[in-house]
């Protein structure tokens, strides 16, 4: 069973309008690098500099990795769309609840599979 188009196309919407912002965000973060950011790179004359600067790239390179994590959610959703399988679970193949998909259009698992994934 697969949703019809006029189901999906709100939710195609709203993902690539996520993937934008999201793309947006990741730029943006890239930008703010204290290694990759010109002008943070010749301000040296503080001691402190060279560890506020490591904590900085490592701060944004943490929130990075879950934009990256976010992006590849979102993508995979676009494609499982385009492929006509949205909403099945990868594990069992059956329907992902409705609700389920409402609170989060990117999920590939059902309840029932996703409670096996986590550790006891």
Known sequence: MNYPPKVLEP???????REKKLDKQKTKLYKED??????????N?????????????ATLEAVGTELEKMLINVRKALTYIRLGK?????ECGKMIDTDRLAIDPTVTLCMTCAQKKIPA
């Open 34 to 43: 204290p290694f990759t950011n010109s002008d943070s790179l010749s301000d």
């Open 11 to 17: 939710i195609k919407d709203f993902l690539e309008e």
């Open 45 to 57: 004359a503080a001691i402190d500099t060279g560890a506020s600067r490591k904590f900085g790239h």
């Open 86 to 90: 949205y909403g099945m679970c990868e």
